[in-house]
């Protein structure tokens, strides 16, 4: 069964427009953690937000906001007035305990929002 | 600080010749990750190293993928020989973590590699 799933495989909007990204997740861990990266054409993955599981308090970075709901198992990323820049591919990931100790981070398959002016 | 660095950034080789990928992290982070990312879909761990021990590397095609992280620093990930479906961007990443953690890991920009 797929740990993370972004249901949205591509999003287009144009500048200005709000845009939500929607993240499910999968786990039978009580701690985890979730994370949010973006991937620019230029292909590294810039870190966005990592959340824990016993914080649900939704966050605000600029244009930029989180909200966490673990009674439905999401995590999903809104930018508002949305910029051209922001195109890019989002992607939404999973931390969890491993058996080695160390924990694993599992990714979803992305979504790629373009944003055009 | 410096940012996770890679080399090269694209490489074209065709079917079973070899090929290394290079690795420095993030000064101070005991653990590396490699990760393969095929077009369209999310990076998928190939094998985490904790300083220069292997932690987990599970999902590593050991027949023909080795790594290695001499040093606890740099780590250079090689594909011999090397398949079609080796075509990939491949990743690495390093955290501060440790056993019992859970740190951001932070990418390099990747590299490339197109089999022909």
């Known amino acids: 069964a797929q740990k993370v799933t972004q249901a949205q495989t591509e999003i287009s909007v144009v500048e200005k427009e709000d845009v939500t990204l929607d993240c499910v997740y999968e786990?039978?861990?009580?701690?985890?953690?979730l994370f949010w990266y973006k991937q620019p054409p230029s292909g590294e993955l810039v870190f966005l937000i990592r959340?824990?599981?016993?914080?649900?308090q939704n966050e605000i970075s600029g244009r930029y906001s989180w909200n966490f709901q673990k009674s439905t198992s999401s995590f999903n990323f809104t930018i508002t007035a949305s910029q051209v820049v922001d195109s890019a591919v989002y992607f939404c990931?999973?931390?969890?305990?491993?058996?080695?100790?160390?924990?694993?981070?599992?990714f979803g398959k992305g979504t790629m929002l373009l944003v055009s002016p | 600080e410096a940012g996770v660095a890679q080399s090269p950034r694209y490489k074209i080789i065709e079917k079973r010749q070899s090929v290394a990928f290079w690795c420095n992290p993030i000064?101070?982070?005991?653990?590396l990750y490699w990760y393969q990312q095929i077009l369209g879909q999310g990076p998928k761990l190939l094998i985490q190293f904790q300083n220069n021990g292997v932690v987990d590397d599970s999902q590593l095609p050991k027949d023909r993928f080795s790594a290695e992280r001499l040093k606890g620093v740099d780590s250079t990930l090689k594909i011999q020989p090397a398949k079609l479906e080796d075509s990939a961007v491949y990743l690495c990443a390093s955290s501060l973590e440790g056993q019992g953690r859970t740190d951001t890991q932070y990418f390099g920009p990747g590299t490339r590699l197109t089999v022909l």
């Open positions: 786990t039978r861990d009580t701690t985890y953690y």
């Open positions: 959340r824990n599981s016993f914080d649900e």
């Open positions: 000064s101070g982070h005991a653990t």
């Open positions: 990931a999973l931390s969890e305990p491993g058996n080695s100790g160390y924990s694993t981070l599992t």
